[in-house]
Structures are given as structure tokens and as C-alpha cells.
């Protein structure tokens, strides 16, 4: 089955600052690649996706890469600010196989 | 926008009572799951339904618990025996279909087992 590692487990960076968040997964067939944002307390959001036939995306300030070679994927925040302080998971999975084995999590802390 | 709606928001039930959680998907979803979340780890799959069958369950998904849809619009879990560790956020999500549609997640059930 799919392995799913992310890293740090706690990123704490300066408001303003960009904050970077990796995902290895194990099964080569992954084909999809969500990051979810989870505030205390709350639901799992999704904040953006990619498919594997697209090497980026991005979305304001929020940016996903990924390297299909490697079988790791990023989520990049720049500029950020309090309220995108949360526990933010990787999710990859296949079509096939969408029940979405998560990551551990990575708690992101925004210092004023 | 639609969301998906689970009830109760929190649930505290004795060891070895059953429980039911409820969730209403989103109307035009076709795939319905359920995830728990022990209090401060990771979201765990437990089971995903589509057709009106089970299509994957986890290891957690054992024979304490079951999923039923018994009517056009809820989904609901229930647990036969609850144990301690049964105690997490469970989690209702649905999507639309399997490809290029994002999973749309309810705001939870807490269980709580005393």
C-alpha cells in the first residue's frame, strides 16, 4: 500500500515569510495530489490539487509542485499571514483508489 | 454552496453502547466516505461507499462497524460495541465522481466513549 511521509512536522516561519511543506509518497500509480488545511477544531479543506500530468499550479499565494520522478510533492505558501496557521495534510492517491491515504500532517505556525 | 452536514456535533455514549452518525452528502455526490481523526493525529480512512455497496474499507472498518444509506439522502455509521478507543472526530465526505472532483468534508462528529 501507499507510504506517505510529510515534512517538517511543525514549520514555524515569520509572518511574511514563505513556507514550504513536502509530501513522499511510495506507489508509483498515485495520480492525484491534494493539500488540505485543517484549522483547530475544524474540517479538512481542500486547498489546491494536482494531477500528474501537470508539474505546478498555483493559486494566489498558495503553490503545489510536483516531481512524478522523485514521487514527492510540495506545497508552497509565500506572504503568509496568522490565519494560515493550521495543521496542513498531504493526501495522494489513484482514481482508482480514491480513499486518500493521509500524511502525518505539518503544524504551521505564523510568528507576527 | 451545498455542504455536507453530519449530526450529531457531539456524541458521548458508554463503553459497549451503539452509536449512529449521521451525515447527509451533498445531493448530486455518487461517493460517500467516512475518516476518523484521533485528537491530534492524522485523518484515517475507514470505509468508502458507491452504489449502494462498500468499494474499500480499511483495517479499522472491522466487524463493529457498518455503513448504511436508507434513504435518497443520509449516509450514516454506526458503531455496534463502542470501545475507548473508539474515541475520535469521524468525519462524513462525499464527491461528485472519481476523477477531477474534489472531497467535500462535513464538520464532524466527536465521540466521545466513557
Known amino acids: 500500500g501507499e507510504n506517505v511521509e510529510q515534512h517538517p512536522s511543525t514549520l514555524s516561519v515569520q509572518e511574511g515569510d514563505s513556507a514550504v511543506i513536502k509530501c513522499t509518497y511510495s506507489?508509483?500509480?498515485?495520480?492525484?495530489f491534494p493539500w488540505y488545511k485543517q484549522e483547530l477544531g475544524k474540517r479538512p479543506q481542500l486547498i489546491i490539487d494536482i494531477r500528474s500530468n501537470v508539474g505546478e499550479k498555483k493559486d494566489q499565494r498558495i503553490a503545489v509542485t510536483l516531481n512524478k520522478t522523485a514521487k514527492h510533492f510540495s506545497l508552497h505558501i509565500t506572504e503568509t499571514q496568522p490565519e494560515d496557521s493550521a495543521v496542513y495534510f498531504c493526501?495522494?492517491?489513484?482514481?482508482?483508489?480514491?480513499?486518500?491515504?493521509w500524511g502525518a500532517g505539518t503544524k504551521l505556525i505564523i510568528k507576527p | 454552496e451545498p455542504e455536507v452536514t453530519q449530526t450529531p456535533s457531539h456524541q458521548v455514549t458508554q463503553m459497549g453502547q451503539e452509536v449512529i452518525l449521521r451525515c447527509v452528502p451533498i445531493?448530486?455526490?455518487?461517493?460517500f466516505y467516512w475518516y476518523r481523526q484521533i485528537l491530534g493525529q492524522k485523518v484515517e480512512f475507514l470505509v468508502s461507499f458507491y452504489n449502494n455497496e462498500i468499494s474499500e474499507k480499511s483495517e479499522i472498518f472491522d466487524d463493529q462497524f457498518s455503513v448504511e444509506r436508507p434513504d435518497g439522502s443520509n449516509f450514516t455509521l454506526k458503531i455496534r460495541s463502542t470501545k475507548l478507543e473508539d474515541s475520535a472526530m469521524y468525519f462524513c465526505?462525499?464527491?461528485?465522481?472519481?476523477?477531477?472532483?474534489?472531497?467535500?468534508f462535513g464538520n464532524g462528529t466527536r465521540l466521545t466513549v466513557t
Open positions: 506507489d508509483s500509480a498515485s495520480n492525484y
Open positions: 465526505a462525499s464527491h461528485r465522481d472519481s476523477y477531477n472532483s474534489p472531497l467535500h
Open positions: 445531493s448530486n455526490h455518487l461517493y
Open positions: 493526501a495522494p492517491s489513484m482514481d482508482s483508489n480514491y480513499q486518500l491515504i
